[in-house]
């Protein structure tokens, strides 16, 4: 809540405050907080899925070029099993 400024800050704060009291008080519900709770939950879904495949990315072209160190121009061949291979074709 440290970093939340300007307009959105104060929305997301008070939504915050909201939901804190929905939690415990279930005949509590604000107009606007049950879409504000999924949009929140649309963007932290785009954002996860972003971070995933940044993070495929970068596993792809790490064992990728420790397989090329390793075996050199012959890598796919050499270095992954024919099993594996096989169903990856």
């Known amino acids: 809540m440290r970093k939340a400024y300007g307009t959105a ?3 997301k704060y008070w939504r915050t405050l909201q939901q804190v ?10 107009s606007g907080l049950e879409d504000y709770n999924k949009k929140e939950e649309k963007a ?11 993070i495929e990315t970068f596993f792809k072209e790490d064992f990728k070029e420790k397989l090329i160190d390793e075996f050199g121009s012959g890598w796919l061949k050499k270095g992954v099993p ?6 990856s074709a």
Do not use: Q
């Open 9 to 11: 800050g104060d929305t």
């Open 44 to 54: 932290y879904n785009t954002k996860t899925f972003e971070y995933v495949r940044e």
């Open 21 to 30: 009291i929905f939690e415990d008080h279930k005949d509590f519900n604000p």
């Open 82 to 87: 024919p099993t594996t291979l096989k169903k």
